[in-house]
């Protein structure tokens, strides 16, 4: 049954500023957080311990999370409810996000070898051995683990890809330790019949509480992706304020599905995100303003229909 609550997790700080051309200013990353909060935002992926040489675009993402644990201290804002979380590809980055003292980090894995080389210069395998002191550190330090896995509805480099695979790689994942999965379809070639049948497999295998959608929307699909993943019981879904996202290492990778545009959807059919609407564009477009970057989310720049007429 579908259900009337869903969790958003914000990804916009991570898969959304990771594949800008530009390097941001920490402190306005650190603004554009705060602004996410008061519109509602509950989950956070806020930064990424990669190597600098590889995205150097995440490289001050230690600053970012000391600046934005100081502002919500500092000014007393409750940060109750609000979880971060980083990715981590390995133990030097778990290291630095126990520094840190966050709670939550987020492995990546592939479903094609071609892409895990290209992404994180390793095979599957090496991939998953690396993330084993890892989750022997979290284990360890008290720190929920949660997995995205890369190309699961196609990979730029391979094509198709197995739903098999997927569904061998994603329970492979939960087996490992980590509390959900989110199948990411990262170049955006899923349709919702795809996604349908993808995520009918991933249920038979694992509890789909424990399973979440990441949808680029590369092709338009995104939200009708999201919508066929909602429709079998998935309550989970990242997204990003304003659509902004990618992946510098998934040629033709766009956006992810905009947060605003997935709250307007699902406001539509009374299910709650905890986001206020109105806030989000507001984001979207103090963010638009400063950076005098267009963000693609439809949503905001078409406002909302009012009593009394359009709101942009
Ligand atoms: P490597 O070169 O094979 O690593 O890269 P290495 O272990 O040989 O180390 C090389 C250098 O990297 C060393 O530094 C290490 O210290 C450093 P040097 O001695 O040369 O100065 N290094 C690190 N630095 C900081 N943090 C670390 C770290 N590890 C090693 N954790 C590595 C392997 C995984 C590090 C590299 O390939 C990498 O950083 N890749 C990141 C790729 C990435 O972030 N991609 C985007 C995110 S994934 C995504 O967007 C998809 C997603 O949105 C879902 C979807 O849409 O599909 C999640
Ligand atoms: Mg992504």
């Known amino acids: 049954m579908s259900a009337k609550h869903v969790e958003l997790v914000e990804v916009g700080p991570r898969d ?21 909060i008061a519109a509602g935002a509950k989950k956070i992926e806020i930064g990424s311990f990669v190597s600098p ?10 600053r970012v999370i000391k600046m934005v644990q100081d502002q919500l201290t500092g000014t007393g ?12 590809p390995n133990r030097q980055g778990m290291n630095q996000a126990l520094d ?46 949660r997995a995205h896995l890369s190309v699961s509805f196609g990979c730029p480099y391979e094509g198709s890809v197995s739903e098999a695979k997927v569904v061998r790689l994603a329970k492979k994942l939960v087996g490992l330790g980590c509390y959900q999965v989110s199948i990411a379809d990262t170049i955006g070639v899923a349709n919702a019949g795809q996604v349908d049948s993808l995520f009918r497999k991933l249920k038979v295998a694992i509890p789909v509480a424990k399973l979440a959608g990441h949808f680029h929307n590369t092709r338009g699909q995104a939200l009708a992706n999201v919508f066929a993943a909602y429709k079998l019981g ?8 304003g659509g902004l996202g ?14 605003e545009d997935l709250v307007y959807m699902f406001d539509g059919l009374k299910v709650k995100t905890g986001y206020s609407i109105k806030e989000l564009i507001e984001v ?9 970057r267009i963000l693609p989310s439809m949503v905001s720049r078409a406002g909302l229909l009012m009593p009394k007429g359009i709101i942009e």
């Open 284 to 292: 979207s477009k103090w963010f638009e303003n400063r950076t005098g």
């Open 100 to 145: 840190l003292g966050l709670k939550e980090v987020a492995i990546f894995a592939s479903a094609t070898e071609s892409f895990s080389k290209k992404n994180i210069n390793c095979s599957i395998k090496e991939s998953f051995d690396r993330f084993i002191p890892v989750m022997v550190l979290a284990k360890k330090n008290h720190v929920k683990v």
């Open 77 to 88: 804002r409750s940060r109750k409810g609000v979880e971060f979380a980083a990715l981590v």
């Open 16 to 36: 959304g500023l990771q594949n800008e051309k530009i390097s941001l200013d920490s402190a306005l990353k650190v603004e554009l957080v705060l602004k996410l």
């Open 234 to 241: 998935v309550k989970v879904f990242d997204s990003s304020f």
């Open 246 to 259: 990618g992946c510098p290492y998934a040629p033709g990778a766009s956006g992810n599905v905009a947060t």
């Open 53 to 62: 040489t590889w995205v150097p675009q995440m490289a001050d993402t230690s």
